[in-house]
């Protein structure tokens, strides 16, 4: 069986903000034989992430815990697509199956180890869309969840910030947040965001940080008690304005810097003293340093999700075509919710 597989490639290593130049759509035919050991899916959900850039990097720390992004070659992503032949008897024909696959048509995988591919067979979460599983039920909710109650640490009453909150990430740690029983508010880029973050998400505030010319100013408005948790998304001048508006064992889980992946000149210079006489902890991770709980992750969230207690917001653009447009609007800050490129 032989199949032509287009799949999206980086002309280049990009070092400042994406652009649509920098990306190609190549081809190649990919061959599956039933004695292979291989299975081959037929893509149907793509995720788009803005951690891609740093791998897209000729250098970036990012390149100690994930791989490098080669130019001309395929992009290995979090994706969704069903199992359409397989010589391996772990996977059958018509199976749905999430993991990394990559931003192509079809990925063709030999099952090992360290094959990070599973099926979605489990009671708990096969009556969910498939998109789910590549945002909620994957590792957006895994960073969400893992990032806001392993990291961050709740108790009832704190006061919570989340930066980039009407994201994939921040728009379900505020709601995290609010089911923790905690004061949440939350900044994004328009006025369409905010009012989706306090009239469908719940926050108990939310603010447009392009129209503050003083974000310690405005944090200071929002917190007049200080802030205990920030979820942090963005990083540059607003990491610095939180730490300057945190109260004492304040803790920021920083899951993101969005900020500074398309600017050098950004770089957070956080007041050090903040953080040693307030003793803030600030500690970075992602996704898959809770991979061992994801099951329980996903059982509580789809959970929250069927009783109504969470919405799920997402940004689905269509065909292999969309996929550098589609990753571009993340820098724009154009998305709402968790961004996705459907192929079928």
Known sequence: MEVENRYVAVRHHVERYPSEEDFEVKAAAVGWTPGSGEV?????????DPYQLNRMKRHSASHHSVEVIVPGERI???GAGEVVASACAQYKEGDVVVGVLAWEDYTMFRPDATTLIG???????S??????HIGVLGTSGMTAYGGFYEVCKPQRGEKVFVS??????????????KLAGCYVVGCASTQA??????????????????????LKSALKKYFPDGIDIYFENVGGEMLEAV??????????????AIAEYTDRGRRAAPDLLEVIYKR?????????????????YVEIIGDLITEGKLQVVEDISDGLESVPSAFIALFRGENVGKKLVKLA
């Open 40 to 48: 081959l899916v037929k893509n149907l959900y793509l995720s788009i």
């Open 76 to 78: 290995s992503a979090y």
């Open 119 to 125: 099926k979605v067979d489990d009671a708990s979460s």
């Open 127 to 132: 009556g969910f869309p498939m998109s789910y």
């Open 164 to 177: 980039a909150a009407s994201g994939s990430v921040g728009s379900l740690v505020g709601q995290f947040a």
């Open 193 to 214: 965001k905010v009012d989706l973050l306090k009239d469908k998400l719940g926050f108990d505030d939310a603010f447009n940080y392009k129209e503050e010319p003083d």
């Open 243 to 256: 730490l300057a508006n945190m109260n004492a064992y304040g803790r920021v889980a920083v899951c993101g």
């Open 280 to 296: 803030i902890t600030l500690r970075g991770f992602f996704a898959f340093d809770f991979v061992t709980k994801f099951q329980e």
